[in-house]
């Protein structure tokens, strides 16, 4: 037993023993490879690393594409692995500056094991480098594709479009809006803002910017949408399909649409739009107005041609240092005048002049630009190729000559549109129209078309249209090279003398309107001439007898505002003639004496002109439509001595005048010779059938009764502008605040109580103005019924109104329609509306602005501000006993959304005026501008920090702001830099 068991142990020692010897070994084995495994590490981690910036290559070379989740793992693992690459190697750098010394040879066994355990981990990693899958996967679509849009900030027409858009596109209630303007106005400029826009970016989870050509289609869209949403569509060819996919991609995504350049109309829903995506939005620009109304958009922006100033800047940054020039600055604006205000052009000629390094090359540049397009300029040609094709997309012919027609006129003037069309009528280029009537409503379609395609714009005046100077100059060469419009242009160029005989004669059309031309010729070959224009020509004092005398196809001759005495008898001669205007030509006494060649004359224009009398003559144009004309006080002259003229005239010439549609006799009101005529005359008056427009004078509401018994026009399609008792002014005021025509206008005057015949004209009137009336106490005495049509009023020097409207006098809403109030030095006017305040009443008001009404002090009864959400301008000047704005008393609980529409409030004159309202409460989400001017007890505004967003100017006096008390310094610090301080 003892023997095996030493046995047993002896074997188990010698196996110990063994183990050991191999177990030290490998140790040395270790230690002696130290060197081998780290060069065999820096093979294997080389390998690696190649093999992952090989892969990371791969994965960057297309950036739409991302590394997959596999890919981003392996990469992540190799980052790892290398910091521990570089910790060994670290670690051994240490030991070779010790040596690995006897003692230290386990260490140098055991470091050289960990080499040998990383390079199989390098290697096991090197060979999962070859991943079984793709290492890239197509990235998801972003939010947003940067278009690195130019800044609007510095050109603010532009700039107020971009800001414009996006407080529609903050309003939850509009989900399209369009952007309408002419080409090269800058509505890509805009679309790009919107879609790099930070804020918008946080509106939206996608904003999908895409450019529908005019030959793109719905299947065209559909890719380029589907591109953006990187959907695979690899395929599908079916439309229906492709909107299902769209739609689907889209559903619970709040994305933004901006489609530029939108030619034609087409079903957004057809793409897989649908309106049901909540708080989703479309955007969509276009040259044409009636393609943004057809595709159906909440709001409508008119993208306006830049500023001069805009212009200017503009320009000077495209140029450059040539600009700085000596010498060229006074050029440089000359030729900013001819790019008419568009950015493209601008762009355009400044690449042009941005090369002319000298002042001789500048003026040699202005010289071409100003004949361009007749003369080629460098880089111009894109832009005449844009406006041409405007003009060649026209549906007719007829709307093409009328559009040309517009050239005649001088660049960028206000054309006024009554003006135009009897121009258009005269032509010919409305012949189909029956009457009048019908000729301007055919006239307004073919404006509103050209509008439309932006080739004319609409003016800043009410009733003018413009021509931009390029388009213009675009027309004056379609017009040259056009067989039957050969266009004579020279107007406001400040000619002397009349242009050669050679000119004339070649011309169908003739302008020379606006220059200081004093003489004609004696004779002039002019046998195609269908229009000619001479008007403004001040200095033109005498026109030769023969002048006329080879013009028998004029249609159109405009002699008004020159210093003509007398019409020469080769007039007569104008057989063709449809239009004769000689208003303002103060020195004509008289027509020709016998008018009867002028057969086919339908406009005859003699208002302002020494023609004091109504001429027997006229009644042998049986053929006239339009007749203008007015009286002075040399009629009573006639009278007195016993001349009949004007009694014959009101029995014998208007009565004749039976195809008559429109009559304006002009009264100065204050002449009471009048009285002797008017009544003769309006009885005539009164049996014209035809008359579609009226404008008269009525000495007092007797003369006015007589017409309203005597005629049925009243009722019918009827416009007029009817002033009723002695007054100061012929003009209508209450226009000025109309942005469109007012078709009825009714101005009653110094009368006294009420009178049926003017509750009767009032309930057919869009504005009426009441001047110094007595005897009532509201205009409700006339008759709320009578007045609710009515959508602007005057009420002036009215001494006993106590109150604009009492709502007492009827059950319903009273001036449902009104949109402007104008209330000036009513002494006794304590309130706007007395009674209450119904449903409906005042729901249209737009504006309201009162003046010098010293008992006033209460401007919004209980129950009335509730209704104002159209409210948009409010002026309150020199009424002393105001002293709030908004009455706490008439105002408990007032929501704090109240007065949602309000942009303007001006407070002039105030003294006791101390709130607009009692605290900040009010949102004021459109208000945009304040006044305040002599309100010394006015010591707070109603503002915070967090409502007025949209506020941009204060205009008031420095030291009444320094004494305002503010609950919190931030809101003045917000509002001061906002301040415009006068002295």
């Not at 290398?82 to 060994?88: D, T, Y």
């Not at 800044?151 to 809006?177: F, M, Q, W």
């Not at 379609?445 to 800043?460: K, T």
């Not at 050969?486 to 107007?491: C, D, I, L, Y």
Request: aromatic letters at 8%.
């Amino acid at each position: 037993m003892v023997e095996a068991a030493a046995t047993a142990a002896a074997v188990e020692a010698y196996r110990d023993g063994k183990s050991l010897i191999a177990y030290v070994g490998r140790k040395i084995n270790y230690a002696n490879d130290l060197e081998k495994n780290f060069r065999r590490l820096t093979e294997e981690a080389e390998k690696l690393f190649a093999r992952r910036d090989d892969v990371e290559a791969e994965a960057n070379k297309d950036k739409t594409k991302k590394k997959t989740k596999e890919c981003e793992a392996w990469i992540g693992r190799v980052k790892n692995v290398e910091n521990e690459v570089q910790e060994l190697e670290n670690e051994l750098r240490k030991g070779r500056k010790r040596s690995w010394k006897r003692r230290r040879i386990w260490s140098a066994s055991n470091f050289s094991k960990r080499l040998a355990e990383k390079c199989e981990e390098l290697h096991s990693l090197w060979a999962e480098g070859r991943l079984e899958t793709e290492a890239v996967v197509e990235r998801p679509p972003e939010p947003v594709r940067t278009m690195h849009a130019p800044k609007t900030e510095d050109k603010p027409s532009i700039h107020c479009a971009v800001e414009e858009i996006l407080g529609y596109l903050r309003d939850h209630n509009v989900k399209r809006i369009g952007l309408w303007g002419t080409v090269g106005i800058g509505k890509t400029t805009i679309m790009h803002n919107l879609n790099d826009d930070v804020e918008i970016s946080k509106m939206f989870d996608m904003v999908i910017s895409a450019s529908v050509s005019k030959e793109s289609s719905i299947e065209k869209l559909q890719k380029a949408i589907a591109q953006r949403l990187k959907l695979n569509t690899e395929g599908i060819s079916d439309p229906h399909e492709m909107s299902w996919r769209i739609s689907k991609e889209l559903e619970n995504k709040r994305y933004l649409l901006l489609l530029d350049e939108v030619w034609n109309v087409f079903d957004l829903q057809a793409v897989g739009l649908h309106d049901n995506n909540q708080d989703s939005k479309v955007v969509l620009a276009s040259r044409y107005q009636h393609v943004c109304w057809d595709m159906e958009v909440d709001e409508l922006v008119n993208v306006k041609r830049l500023s001069e100033a805009d212009a200017w800047k503009m320009f000077r940054e495209k140029v450059g240092r040539n600009i700085n020039l000596p010498g060229v600055e006074p050029l440089a604006r000359l030729v900013v005048t001819e790019c008419a205000g568009l950015p493209l052009l601008i762009d355009r000629v400044a690449r042009y002049f941005r090369k002319k390094d000298n002042i001789n090359l500048w003026r040699d540049g202005l010289r071409s630009l100003r004949r361009w397009p007749n003369v080629k300029v460098q880089g111009m040609d894109e832009v005449l190729e844009f406006l041409k094709f405007c003009y060649d997309e026209l549906d007719d012919e007829g709307q093409k000559i009328c559009f040309l027609y517009g050239a005649l006129f001088p660049e960028d003037s206000d054309v006024y549109i009554d003006y135009l069309l009897e121009c258009w009528r005269a032509e010919g280029f409305l012949s189909d129209a029956v009457d009048f009537t019908e000729a301007r409503d055919r006239g307004h379609g073919i404006l509103h078309d050209l509008i439309d395609v932006s080739l004319l714009e609409r003016s800043e005046k009410v009733k003018h249209v413009r021509m931009n100077k390029v388009l213009r100059n675009m027309a004056l060469k379609i017009s040259s090279e056009g067989k039957n419009s050969k266009f004579m242009v020279k107007a406001c160029e400040g000619l002397k003398e009349a242009p050669n005989e050679e000119d004339w004669k070649m011309a169908n059309r003739i302008s020379l309107m606006d220059n200081q031309l004093c003489t004609l010729p004696e004779t002039v070959d002019c046998t195609s001439l269908l229009t000619l224009m001479l008007q403004r020509n001040y200095e033109l004092a005498l026109i030769p007898d023969s002048f006329f005398g080879s013009m028998e196809k004029l249609r159109v001759l405009d002699l008004h505002g020159t210093r003509i005495t007398t019409l020469p008898l080769s007039l007569l001669s104008l057989t063709a003639l449809r239009a004769l205007y000689l208003n303002s030509c103060s020195l004509l006494t008289e027509l020709p004496i016998d008018m009867k060649a002028l057969a086919h004359l339908e406009v005859l224009d003699i208002q302002g002109t020494g023609i004091d009398y109504l001429p027997v003559q006229i009644g042998d144009l049986l053929n006239l439509r339009c007749l203008r004309i007015s009286l002075s006080n040399s009629c009573m002259r006639q009278v007195i001595e016993g001349r009949s003229r004007v009694m014959d005239i009101g029995h014998n010439v208007i009565s004749r005048l039976s195809l008559l549609e429109e009559l304006s006799i002009d009264v100065h009101p204050n002449n009471q010779w009048w009285d002797v005529v008017v009544k003769a005359i309006t009885q005539e008056v009164a049996t014209l059938t035809r008359l579609t427009s009226l404008s008269f004078c009525f000495p007092s509401v007797e003369y006015l009764k007589i017409f309203v018994t005597s005629s049925s026009l009243l009722k019918n399609c009827f416009t007029f502008r009817f002033s009723v008792g002695y007054h100061e002014s012929t003009k209508y005021r209450i226009l000025d605040h109309f942005e469109y025509e007012i078709c009825r206008c009714l101005k009653y005057a110094n009368g006294i109580g009420v009178d049926h015949a003017i509750s009767a004209v009032l309930a057919e009137t869009d504005a009426f103005e009441l001047l110094c009336h007595k005897g009532i106490s509201s205009i409700s005495d006339f008759g709320n019924a009578n007045i609710n049509k009515v959508r602007g009023c005057l009420i002036e020097g009215c001494s006993d109104i106590e109150a604009m409207v009492d709502g007492n006098h009827s059950a319903a809403g009273a001036l449902e329609c009104m949109e402007k109030i104008v209330i000036n030095n009513a002494p006794k006017l304590t309130c706007l509306w007395n009674g209450p305040v119904r449903s409906g009443s005042l729901a249209q008001l737009t504006s309201l602005s009162i003046y010098k009404c010293p008992k006033l002090i209460k401007i919004f009864s209980y129950g009335m501000i509730q209704l104002l959400s159209k409210l948009r301008y409010l002026r309150v000047e020199e009424c002393h006993e105001i002293t709030e704005i908004i009455m706490k008393a008439e105002n408990n609980n007032l929501d704090p959304s109240a007065l949602p529409g309000l942009k303007t409030l001006i407070l002039i004159d105030l003294p006791k005026l101390r709130s607009i309202w009692i605290d900040n409460s009010l949102v004021w989400p459109s208000l945009e501008g304040i006044t305040v001017h002599t309100c010394k007890s006015l010591k707070r505004l109603p503002f915070s920090n967090h409502n007025a967003a949209k506020l941009r100017h204060i205009e008031t006096q420095r030291v009444w702001w320094r004494q305002l008390s503010w609950q919190e310094d931030e809101v003045e610090q917000r509002l001061r830099p906002i301040c415009i301080f006068s002295q």
